[in-house]
């Protein structure tokens, strides 16, 4: 009986609705191992559970405006910076500055959204392909590298846009005669960025103009013969935005979540994936911020131009 | 005729659930169908409904329409689309003439290879033609050659999706033709008729009305398909219109409303061959009188049987094994680089699909079961529909027919964004977004067109005769349903059904998009497990998925209902 009465009172106890904190819902761009180890490590550290949306860029962005009469998500981590560009333009993000971001440069941050980290755009190349090492942009205009580049493309990648903005932007003449005799060399551009890796993997091309890092230097460690390459002419960062959305719920535990992501232990995990930490003060695991020629330009004024430079580019490469 | 005036009334009084039915198909259809294509409509005019305002009316719409492109991708949408249901069309009947003459156990074992394709995921299978078929390739690691050429033009793109797809042909009309028997071709031999001349002026007449629905399925497929033309023809610079579609919600900037206008054009372009496949359905319907399902078994000659091992193992061959082949070793390859040598074979991207503990086995749990319920569900709804469409012929159930191939004709992320937008108002009392049901409702919308086309086409073969012999006798509809008609199509259905749990089993893309946090299917889970992976990681799970569902569809079909087509009455 008092069996009974003990588990009844279990049972009591279980079921009344405890107090526990209402779920952190966050949208989150690929590496999924990165989201749910993020997702893990917050919950423990805060006992605030967070459900993870875990999809591609585009679908995230594509699931959150079809939502607007009804939103869910209070966080976004995308892989693109232009969509923290297009929702703060709209007025959709909720300002918050981390005291965790100041080790982030200028450049990654403003009072709205702030990176997570970034991957840096390359040369990728198998070594097997039996061609030259390439070390320039412009060594793959050479006959020898003729009909064996692949491009992503800029329509289908964001990470290649913002290549073509920061060429153009750093020398606009330059960088469309490159385009143009990339061209004039067969160059491929099949698709996204794994449409454009997955020939040179296979052996079908031998070398990427334009690869996200760290997804080779991912490659590499599973046993993939791939070399990253990075031009010392400079190249650009496509960092990943974190932003509060302003239709949030939960806006504390959302910036008790941004504050960790940008925590040691946040960056740390950052750096597991081989995708440069924000923080500059925090160790990567692949070449860092003191090792990368980087081309600064105006992300948001060639975002304005974004429509315009991927016809130009699709015009260039056509012919 | 005097017994039919005797009992009219209580025929009448049998009947009385037509409005009924009718209501429920309508209402199931407008649900399930109707409302997320009329939100996809109305983002197409206005671009911020999903804020619920109508504000800045029809201002995606010319923007979007202006794309000087978009008439190229347009007619290289419907060449493609033509090519691909004619290569189909020609690929399947003669496998589908002979099916039909076989025995159950041998035309089981064909059945059940033909269903592969329908496990493959698109882009898996364009992904293993090109795997097995590019420079350095395969078939040139092994034999020396390669067929990038051929792979890389609009042949090639063709060829591809129509040994993809012509399997929905071949068993639309292979159960068509069993339907018809063998007494035509009987009569026609004992006057004369060479097997050529019995096949074009008996039994291809007669098989046309399924022809022109499973073709009509296929050309709506071909329409929407994203996969193989993004793979192949972005290698030549072939654009269609559901490439431009994509560009829409690939990366940055997303334009939701912009994908919705030029989903209108594939609505339109599925609204034309809808238009044309009716009129050709009412020049050359046809209604099989005095039936025989149980087909008697004629002595099959040894060329005879030779002539058919050797059409359908090509088919199989080409259709079947070599991608399966492909997929398989693929998946078996350490990495992409090492190519094909006993050194680079691992079992990592196998044995990496359950690491995680038990994540695994709950996505292919929740996959099986959602598949299971969507097949059960869609073939349900189908046989109602097919009823309401096929028997009733009152004003609307045209719209009705009209509305089942939509879902096929618009990219599935589309149809998952219109979902959202249906779903996710806060003014419903209950909604299933944002728990697994969301899913069960996205793949009954986007594989109900199957079941559907199968099952009227079926049905419009089966006399009205029988049905008038039941009101008569003083059944009602829903006896008529389920006493007559449902035996009758049962192999049709479970055919349908079989199809239904394939696709459903490995869908991805509104997946991607609807599942809510923290659940998945074995679809989404690969695809997270591998995101940054190679591709070698996506050919094990589509071996994995092909595998498991594979088994279970052949499992099925040692149900007593496709072992007998004749169907007991009990």
Excluded at chain 1, 59 to 75: C, F, G, L, T
Excluded at chain 2, 236 to 241: L, M, P, S, T
Aim: aromatic fraction near 8%; glycine fraction near 6%; charged fraction near 10%.
């Amino acid at each position: 009986m008092k069996q009974f009465v003990a588990a009844l009172a279990v049972g009591l106890v279980l079921a009344t609705p405890t107090f526990a904190a209402e779920p952190l819902v966050v949208y989150s761009a690929g590496p999924a191992s990165l989201s749910s180890a993020l997702a893990k490590a917050f919950e423990a550290k805060t006992g605030t559970p967070v459900e993870m949306f875990e999809s591609t860029a585009g679908k995230i962005m594509a699931r959150y405006q079809a939502e607007k009469s009804n939103p869910h998500a209070d966080v976004m981590i995308s892989a693109s910076w232009g969509h923290a560009l297009t929702l703060d333009e709209a007025g959709e993000l909720l300002p918050y500055t981390s005291p965790n971001a100041a080790q982030v440069p200028a450049a990654l941050k403003s009072d709205r959204y702030v990176a997570q980290g970034a991957a840096a755009l390359s040369i990728a190349y198998n070594p097997k392909s039996g061609l030259p090492a390439p070390q320039h942009w412009a060594d793959l205009t050479h006959p020898s590298y003729k009909g064996q580049v692949t491009m992503p493309d800029p329509a289908k990648s964001g990470s290649a846009l913002t290549l073509v903005q920061g060429l153009v932007a750093q020398d606009s003449a330059n960088a469309w005669t490159l385009f143009s005799q990339l061209a004039a060399n067969d160059l491929l551009v099949p698709g996204a960025n794994k449409a454009a890796l997955n020939p040179v993997l296979q052996g079908a091309k031998g070398v990427v103009f334009g690869a996200v890092d760290y997804i080779i230097i991912g490659a590499k460690a599973k046993g993939e013969s791939i070399e990253v390459v990075y031009p010392s002419e400079g190249t650009v960062l496509a960092p990943r935005p974190v932003m509060i959305l302003k239709s949030s719920r939960h806006a504390e535990t959302a910036k008790q979540f941004v504050d960790f992501l940008l925590s040691d232990q946040g960056q740390q995990l950052v750096a597991e994936e081989y995708i440069l930490p924000a923080r500059t003060d925090v160790p990567a695991k692949r070449p860092g911020w003191n090792e990368l020629a980087i081309i600064d330009f105006d992300a948001k004024q060639a975002a304005e131009q974004a429509t315009a430079t991927k016809a130009k580019f699709a015009s260039v490469i056509a012919k | 005729m005097p017994a039919a005036t005797l009992t009219a009334g209580a025929a009448w009084q049998g009947r009385s659930l037509r409005p009924l039915l009718l209501a429920l198909a309508t209402l199931l259809m407008l649900t399930l169908i109707g409302l997320p294509m009329l939100a996809i409509l109305l983002y197409a005019l206005f671009p911020q409904i999903n804020e619920w305002s109508l504000a800045a009316p029809f201002s995606a719409l010319l923007p979007n329409l202006m794309d000087a492109q978009l008439i190229g991708a347009t007619l290289n949408s419907l060449s493609l689309s033509l090519g691909v249901t004619l290569l189909s069309c020609i690929l399947a009947l003669p496998l589908a003439f002979r099916r039909a003459q076989m025995s159950t156990r041998q035309g089981r074992l064909w059945d059940a290879l033909l269903l592969v394709p329908f496990l493959i995921p698109p882009y898996i299978g364009a992904l293993s033609w090109m795997q097995l078929l590019q420079v350095n390739g395969f078939s040139e690691q092994l034999l020396g050659f390669n067929l990038a050429g051929f792979l890389y033009s609009f042949p090639g793109i063709v060829t591809v999706m129509a040994l993809h797809l012509f399997p929905m042909i071949y068993f639309a009309t292979s159960k068509a033709f069993a339907v018809i028997g063998n007494r035509y071709g009987d009569v026609a031999r004992v006057f004369g008729g060479s097997p050529l001349q019995i096949f074009a002026r008996i039994h291809l007449p007669m098989v046309l009305p399924t022809l022109l629905s499973s073709g009509l399925i296929v050309f709506v497929l071909t329409i929407e398909e994203f996969g193989t033309p993004e793979i192949l023809g972005s290698r030549f610079g072939f654009r269609v219109i559901v490439t431009a579609i994509h560009e829409k919600f690939s990366d940055w900037p997303i334009d939701l409303p912009g994908a919705s206008v030029l989903s209108l054009i594939l609505i339109l372009l599925a609204f034309f061959a809808y238009r044309l496949h009716q009129r050709l359905a009412r020049r050359f319907s046809s209604a099989v009188e005095n039936q025989s399902l149980a087909a008697p078994a004629r002595p099959v000659s040894t060329a005879q049987r030779l002539i058919d091992l050797l059409l359908f193992g090509s088919a199989v061959t080409l259709a079947v094994l070599l991608p399966l082949l492909t997929i398989g070793v693929s998946a078996l390859l350490d990495t992409l680089s090492g190519g094909l040598s006993l050194d680079n074979m691992s079992l990592r991207h196998l044995g990496g699909l359950f690491v995680r503990d038990g994540a695994a086995w709950a996505a292919i749990s929740t996959s099986l079961t959602l598949a299971l319920l969507a097949a059960l569900g869609s073939v349900a709804i189908a046989i109602l529909v097919a009823f309401t469409v096929v028997r009733l012929r009152t004003r609307g159930t045209a719209l009705l027919d009209f509305l089942s191939i939509l879902p096929n004709a618009i990219p599935g992320m589309a149809v998952a964004v219109g979902l959202i937008l249906t779903w996710n108002q806060p003014f419903w009392p209950a909604t299933p977004y944002n728990t697994p049901a969301i899913l069960l409702v996205a793949y009954i919308c986007l594989t109900l067109p199957y079941p559907i086309r199968m099952l009227t086409a079926a049905l419009k073969q089966l006399p009205r005769s029988l049905d008038d012999a039941a009101y008569i006798s003083g059944a009602g509809e829903l006896r008529v349903i389920l006493r007559i008609l449902t035996p009758l199509l049962a192999p049709v259905a479970l055919a349908a059904g079989f199809i239904v749990f394939a696709i459903a089993s490995r869908e991805l893309v509104s997946s991607l998009m609807l599942a809510p946090p923290g659940v998945e299917t074995v679809a989404t889970y690969v695809f997270h497990q591998f995101d940054q992976g190679s591709i070698n990681a996506g050919m094990a799970m589509s071996l994995v998925t092909i595998l498991v569902s594979g088994s279970i569809i052949v499992l099925g079909q040692r149900l007593p209902g496709s072992r007998q087509p004749e169907g007991k009455t009990q």
